[in-house]
């Protein structure tokens, strides 16, 4: 994961008003002092995922969050994403919610450094 992260808890069960809720991976990072929720899907990106991501997200930010540390962050990884969709299902000044897709194999050096490089490209 990177420097930082601490495990917090695997199908982190969450109790609201009578309804049970399951969250794949709750990590803690120390150095941004915030909490980082991850949600795996198997198929392909809903906008009904990010709805359940940002009810995780908010859950930890009005119950687990103190004051002193950061708004909780929200991934979401899925085997397969319409980009157009992703971004109209996020609100324009998103900062805390991401959805990318995952692979089944490990990248070669080469295959990161291109899609690093065609990020970069695209937010200049």
């Not at 909490?35 to 991501?53: C, P, R, S």
């Not at 103190?66 to 319409?82: H, S």
């Not at 971004?87 to 450094?113: H, R, V």
Request: some cysteine; glycine content about 4%.
């Amino acid at each position: 994961m990177g420097n930082g992260f601490a495990f917090v808890a695997r199908q982190k069960r969450l109790h609201i008003e009578g309804d049970e809720f399951f969250i794949d991976l709750v990590f803690y990072n120390r150095l941004l002092q915030c909490f980082v929720i991850i949600e795996i899907k198997t198929t392909k990106f809903t906008h009904q995922d990010i709805g359940q991501l940002q009810m995780y997200v908010n859950y930890y930010d009005r119950y687990e969050r103190k004051e002193f540390e950061k708004p909780t962050i929200g991934i979401l990884l899925c085997a397969e994403k319409n980009n157009a969709v992703v971004k109209i299902s996020l609100p324009e000044d998103n900062k805390t919610i991401f959805a990318s897709e995952y692979k089944l194999y490990l990248p070669t050096e080469q295959q990161l450094i291109a899609e690093v490089k065609k990020e970069i490209e695209k937010r200049a």
